[in-house]
């Protein structure tokens, strides 16, 4: 299975973009999809999760901001960005926890403050 991250792009703070991941294959059988970023410099990061059962877990930094969500039936999974901030600025990815898949090419995320 492969997994290709879209949705990315330069938007101002305060804004708001919405990414999508699709697998080649089904996810179904993963129990927890996840997004991840890797800012500039920095190692890449876990920001959020969501379990086929529907628990979600975000990290403290864009908790009450974003979203994750998940179309098994699609093979898809979201995360929903709002209130975007300068350090947003990311490349994103999705993959499982614990990470199974190979690691894609991401997603550009640009915000400009």
């Known amino acids: 299975v492969q997994l290709q991250a879209s949705g990315g792009g330069l938007v101002q703070a305060g804004g708001s973009l919405r990414l999508s991941c699709a697998a080649s294959?089904?996810?179904?059988?993963?129990?927890?999809m996840a997004w991840y970023r890797q800012a500039p410099g920095k190692q890449r990061e876990w920001v959020a999760s969501r379990s086929s059962g529907g628990t979600m877990n975000y990290a403290d930094s864009v908790k009450g901001r974003f979203t994750i969500s998940r179309d098994n039936a699609k093979n898809t999974v979201y995360l929903q960005m709002n209130s975007l901030k300068a350090e947003d600025t990311a490349v994103y990815y999705c993959?499982?926890?614990?990470?199974?898949?190979?690691w894609g090419q991401g997603t550009q995320v640009t915000v400009s403050s």
């Open positions: 294959g089904s996810i179904i059988s993963f129990n927890m």
């Open positions: 993959n499982s926890i614990p990470v199974v898949f190979q």
